[in-house]
């Protein structure tokens, strides 16, 4: 992933929560957002963070186990960008969905909802940082330990 590549996708990610959080007068937003904080909404994005992280820690561990001394440059490239552009949507839903489960005050910050967020963030900026840095020695360890914080996180909220 280049550069552009990942500043095209962060300012989406921004506009898209600004919208969720700031509704304009423009009708379609404003039914979004309603939409979006009843019930239905809420368990639909709860679905799609749900499998975009299974699908993000699935990717990562892929190109993690399929590195290029066993395939295709491109495969592993192609699984890498994947896990670190699904990481990214997977912590966009997130943070929309249950940002208001984020506290950083007294004992929640060991809570399983933070240990989870805490593991889940770190590991997809790994990851991010892995397909930024395609190149350099650290590029393996970025993306293996991303992975498998990501995938950490998934086992926290599971048990």
């Not at 509704?23 to 368990?43: H, M, N, R, V, W």
């Not at 650290?138 to 993306?143: A, K, Q, R, T, Y």
Request: glycine residues 12%; aromatic residues 6%.
């Amino acid at each position: 992933m280049r550069i552009r590549e990942a500043i095209a996708i962060v300012l989406l990610c921004t506009v898209a929560l600004q919208a969720y959080a700031d509704p304009s007068e423009t009708s379609a937003f404003k039914s979004i957002s309603t939409y979006l904080s009843g019930p239905d909404g809420y368990q639909m994005l709860s679905d799609a963070h749900r499998i975009a992280g299974y699908t993000a820690a699935a990717l990562g561990l892929s190109a993690s186990i399929l590195n290029p001394a066993l395939v295709d440059d491109d495969l592993h490239g192609g699984l890498g960008t994947a896990a670190a552009v699904t990481s990214a949507i997977t912590i966009g839903l997130g943070l929309v969905n249950y940002g208001d489960r984020i506290s950083f005050e007294g004992d929640d910050l060991l809570s399983q909802d933070m240990l989870h967020a805490l593991l889940s963030v770190s590991g997809s900026l790994l990851m991010i940082a892995a397909s930024l840095g395609e190149d350099s020695g650290i590029h393996p360890w970025l993306g293996g330990i991303g992975a498998g914080l990501m995938s950490t996180s998934i086992l926290i909220q599971i048990l």
